[in-house]
């Protein structure tokens, strides 16, 4: 019977190791597609920022610019 018992006590020490290195691989993909996610958005908001800012300094047109000059004289309703 007490050998029933070594082996089992073996077999409890396999599972456990083969979980911890499971454990240790599934950490390891999370922190790995983590990475590659942060850097991906840190390149992508580096350009869109790099796009704005270029933006910012050219003015836009004045709304009294696109339309023509009101109250016209000419107009009777």
Do not use: W
Not at 31 to 43: K, N
Not at 50 to 66: A, F, I, K, Q
Request: aromatic share 6%; proline share 8%; hydrophobic share 35%.
């Amino acid at each position: 019977m007490t050998k029933d018992l070594g082996v089992a006590e073996r077999e409890q020490r396999c599972q456990r190791g083969a979980t911890l290195v499971e454990y240790a691989l599934l950490v390891a993909l999370v922190l790995g597609s983590t990475l590659v996610a942060i850097d991906t958005l840190t390149a992508e908001s580096a350009d869109y920022l790099s796009e704005t800012s270029d933006n910012v300094g050219s003015p836009r047109p004045h709304y009294t610019d696109l339309t023509p000059h009101y109250p016209d004289p000419n107009f009777k309703p």
